[in-house]
């Protein structure tokens, strides 16, 4: 099926989609195959839902890559993870470049390793000046640990306890320019937000999905626009 066999209207398109890429593990031992096997094929449905997004004139694109908690997985798991994003940033940057997507990495970037560094970097600036999609990867991220770095900077530049603003921490966190997301699904089959963009996720339409994520299509995509324009958003209002 195709875009126009939903009911999706051009008007009330979402701007900002956030997303909890879940269910790698359990596609792969499906299949009998070993875990990395299953993010391998979330590479490639991530691959898959830039290109849709971008099409779509989505503007952002938030996805959660890897947690700050992720480290307490296998070290085979985590090195192969790390392995999937060097692959990411260097066999895909040229397409995301060419399609002007913008790549920025939000997280604490100095614990990654330094091959992931680099190519993250490499991403980052080449893609700087684009007006695309803008893709923000999520690696060693964790939202509590957000928080306090935006209140530790907003300590450090000698802020008074009282001056202190909900503006001035969303000025503070790695999505400071960007509006908050619209829509924040996780696929999978869990419904918990897993420490993901707690501050910028208050009003934000939450979306849980059984689909494990490498089975995350276009249809899939399409199914979550159309239900995002079915809802009602009121933002605390009557
Ligand atoms: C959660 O599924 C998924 C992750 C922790 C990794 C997500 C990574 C990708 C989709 C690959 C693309 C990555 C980069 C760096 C660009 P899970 O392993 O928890 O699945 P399970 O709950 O079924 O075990």
Redesign the pocket.
């Known amino acids: 099926m195709g875009i126009e066999d939903y009911n999706i209207s051009e008007e009330n398109m979402p701007v900002h989609i956030a997303i909890i890429?879940?269910?790698?593990?359990?596609?792969a031992k499906q299949r009998r195959k070993p875990?990395l096997f299953?993010?391998n094929a979330?590479?490639k449905?991530?691959h898959n839902t830039v290109h849709l997004a971008s099409d779509m004139g989505i503007k952002i694109l938030t996805v959660y890559?890897?947690s700050t908690e992720?480290w307490k997985r296998s070290q085979e798991e985590v090195d192969g993870?790390m392995r999937?994003?060097v692959e990411?940033f260097m066999k895909e940057i040229a397409e995301l470049h060419r399609n002007h997507v913008q790549v920025r990495i939000i997280g604490e970037k100095s614990r990654l390793p330094k091959d992931v560094q680099k190519s993250a970097d490499n991403a980052e600036s080449l893609t700087k000046d684009n007006d695309g999609l803008i893709l923000n990867?999520a690696?060693n991220y964790g939202g509590r640990d957000e928080i306090v770095h935006a209140v530790r900077e907003i300590m450090e530049e000698g802020t008074a306890p009282g001056d202190v603003t909900e503006e001035m921490i969303s000025a503070h966190l790695y999505t400071r320019d960007l509006p908050d997301p619209d829509i924040m699904i996780r696929t999978?089959g869990e419904s918990r937000l897993s420490n993901f963009l707690l501050w910028q996720n208050a009003y934000t339409e939450f979306f849980f999905d059984d689909i494990?994520?490498p089975d995350f299509d276009d249809d899939a995509f399409y199914k979550l626009i159309e239900a995002y324009q079915q809802r009602n958003r009121r933002f605390g209002t009557a």
Do not use: E, K, Q, S
Request: glycine share 20%.
């Open positions: 890429m879940d269910g790698n593990g359990r596609w875990r299953g993010h979330g590479m449905a991530l890559a890897f992720n993870l999937i994003a990411y990867v690696l999978g494990w994520w």
